[in-house]
């Protein structure tokens, strides 16, 4: 299969592309010595990053980009190792607990500053605001809250999951995952009160 091929298959949301593209670049680069390390510091899955490609290639329109130059596998890839370099908090201007932080003259700050945000409450509303959006999904539809939490919760593999729930491939586990991932961050504004104020 050519690269254009390829890419016109992913375009198109059919199975054989993007089984190939967790094949080809999904997992490889989940298990990766670059990859691995952080995304297990990030709490980042193979799930989430799939998720997150599929949101940006199909949901965003990102796949019209690639214009056969190049190897479309190189070109997905950095995408992916994108997610996980931006899956690091402090890159959003979330400052670890660790870190003193900078008040308004640039100056570096005593590391006994009390922090601004009260962590526990923070971490309160963010579950809060899953549980919401996580019923939003099962209300809209069952099967992808049910891959969703399997993925999610109970780290199953898109083969476990197959077989247990009775899904014709991995490719469409898959696929329904990618489209619950993209159900939740579109629901996540509506409740989200950790983000506000």
């Not at 959006?133 to 992808?144: K, N, T, V, Y």
């Amino acid at each position: 299969m050519t690269d254009l091929e390829w890419h016109t298959l992913v375009k198109a949301g059919e199975d054989a592309g993007w089984k190939l593209v967790w094949e080809k670049v999904v997992e490889p680069e989940s298990k990766s010595m670059r990859s691995a390390a952080m995304m297990k510091r990030y709490s980042l899955t193979a799930g989430d990053l799939m998720g997150m490609l599929y949101d940006e290639m199909i949901g965003r329109k990102k796949i019209d980009l690639y214009r056969g130059e190049g190897s479309f596998e190189g070109w997905l890839r950095r995408y992916v190792r994108g997610f996980v370099l931006n899956a690091d908090p402090n890159k959003h201007g979330e400052v670890s607990l660790e870190q003193a932080h900078e008040d308004s003259s640039g100056a570096a700050s005593s590391p006994m500053d009390l922090p601004v945000h009260d962590i526990d409450v923070l971490r309160r509303d963010v579950w809060n605001t899953t549980l919401r959006c996580f019923h939003d999904l099962w209300m809209s539809d069952p099967e992808r809250a049910y891959v969703h939490i399997l993925k999610t919760r109970f780290r199953l593999t898109s083969e476990e999951i197959r077989d247990f729930l009775g899904i014709s491939s991995t490719a469409n586990v898959d696929q329904i995952f990618s489209r619950a991932v993209k159900f939740m961050r579109a629901a996540w504004p509506r409740y989200d009160t950790a983000g506000k104020g």
